[in-house]
């Protein structure tokens, strides 16, 4: 029989790790360089990492009275969690001012943040899952207001507490009317016993609210307003994690609740998630082609991607999280990518945020503006990079589910998406106009982290065969359940 701790090690490897920074930091003097804790912290995720990926050898089981399941599902959302945790953290190394004696905080504050998104993954109880959900939201609330020296900053922060804090008690909520229906908030268990519950109106209305709090951490329209603030707002590393690790943790549980959860429920939010697939991939890019600050650009396209994600949902069995599982990893090496480079190329002032400040920068430095092409499209969705198999995997699981009208709505959206694309990568292509040399520097962490996300990029265009078996794999979890 598995020990129990060894069903949570890389919470528990990361908990240590968050809690190792914190004292070494308050062990340094206050004008020491923080940096190496920096480097501590990336070790600490390293580890976690590890230790996820030797979780997959584990066979599948609960542990601490069920409210926890390790499986090739978890394993999956870990390591991608992790990957996308330990590249932020590189790139923020050196992206940070000088100086600072709250680098500390910072790097604690994401490890931990890590914890509550690899809980949110694994949690198999609608108390842990809202536990694990805070851990990792109140992480992200703090770092997005680390730019104290602005006003979009703390604006940025607060907004995005509030609101985060308000689609949280939707979840809440839902969860208490979840167990008055059923009496019990076990996933597994809740399946069970919908078709006995007390009160089927209860239960939808529990449903309801559950959808609200989990949607709204997606990114999904119309419960998307607070994205393009809080990116603008917060520091570039931050939103190259802010817009992908939550993310990712968050469809993991939106999964878990549709298919382990609600399963009975298929033919009523199959056709509400295709409407907010619709909403997600129009609003999110027809405000994209109006933008002119960068950040606020990227925030309505992550907007149109949740789209995107949620339209594999119309497929049929267990092959929508297959490709909701690919397309988070896709989309995460894409986004970390493209958000690293633009603070390679911003530095620590960031004051470089319109599409026009990054003209020039193919020019000035090919390394950098040539990834940035490879990011941009892959993003678009052009072959032989993982935006374009994600994009596609989705779209033909969408029709093969008999969504064929999602599908091409999906496709016409992806050709609206390419103009801003393009307008961006333009800026890039075109002569320099003097200032647009990048003031950050090429460190280690950064060449790391960049080449990891475009390496990843690439391998998932040209060879996705191994990532698409671990996919698949992990969505095997559910056809046992059922």
Not at 246 to 270: E, N, S, T
Not at 369 to 376: E, I, K, Q, R, T
Not at 414 to 442: C, D, H
Request: aromatic share 10%; hydrophobic share 55%.
């Amino acid at each position: 029989m598995t020990p129990d701790l060894f069903r949570i090690l890389p919470e528990v490897v990361l908990t240590l790790a968050g809690v190792l920074v914190m004292l070494a930091d308050s062990s340094l003097p206050q004008q020491a360089d923080r940096r190496p804790l920096g480097w501590l912290a990336a070790l600490g995720v390293t580890a976690a990492l590890g230790a996820s990926l030797w979780q997959g050898s584990l066979p599948s089981g609960t542990a601490f009275y069920g409210s926890v399941q390790t499986d090739a599902f978890s394993t999956f959302f870990h390591v991608l969690i992790c990957g996308i945790v330990l590249a932020a953290i590189l790139l923020s190394i050196d992206a940070l001012p000088e100086g600072q004696h709250h680098r500390g905080e910072y790097f604690a504050l994401m490890v931990f943040g890590a914890v509550g998104m690899c809980l949110l993954t694994s949690a198999v109880e609608l108390l842990v899952v809202f536990i694990a959900l805070e851990i990792s939201s109140i992480s992200t609330y703090v770092l997005a207001g680390y730019r104290k020296d602005t006003a979009k900053g703390p604006e940025s922060a607060m907004k995005y507490f509030l609101l985060g804090s308000f689609a949280t008690a939707f979840l809440l909520y839902g969860i208490a009317m979840i167990f008055g229906a059923t009496g019990t908030t076990k996933i597994p268990e809740i399946a069970a016993l919908l078709p006995a519950a007390r009160s089927h109106t209860l239960v939808l209305l529990a449903f309801a609210l559950m959808m609200v709090g989990v949607l709204f951490k997606v990114s999904a329209a119309p419960f998307h307003v607070w994205t393009p603030d809080v990116y603008e707002g917060a520091p570039t590393p931050v939103v190259a994690l802010m817009s992908t690790a939550p993310k990712v943790a968050a469809f993991a549980l939106l999964v878990r609740l549709l298919y382990g959860a609600f399963p009975l429920l298929h033919a009523l939010w199959m056709p509400l998630l295709w409407i907010v697939a619709v909403l997600s991939m129009t609003v999110g890019n027809l405000a994209a082609l109006r933008q002119q600050n960068a950040k606020r650009m990227l925030a309505y396209s992550s907007i149109a991607h949740a789209g995107y994600l949620l339209a594999a949902l119309a497929g049929s069995g267990t092959e929508p999280i297959a490709a909701i599982a690919f397309y988070t990893a896709a989309y995460a090496a894409m986004n970390v990518g493209i958000f690293g480079l633009m603070s390679l190329v911003a530095g620590t002032s960031e004051r470089r945020s319109t599409i026009a400040d990054y003209r020039g920068v193919l020019a000035e430095s090919p390394l950098a503006g040539g990834l940035m092409l490879l990011f941009l499209i892959s993003l678009i969705g052009i072959p032989f990079t993982g935006g374009f198999f994600a994009k596609f995997y989705s779209f033909s699981t969408a029709m093969q589910g008999g969504a064929t009208w999602l599908a091409l709505i999906g496709l016409l959206n992806s050709g609206i998406a390419a103009a801003y694309y393009l307008r961006f990568a333009m800026a890039v292509v075109q002569p320099k106009n003097g200032k647009t040399a990048p003031e950050g520097r090429w460190s280690v962490a950064t060449v790391v982290a960049i080449f990891a996300a475009g390496g990843t990029t690439l391998a998932l265009g040209i060879a996705p065969g191994w990532v698409l078996h671990m996919a698949s794999t992990a969505a095997q979890s559910f056809s046992l359940l059922h």
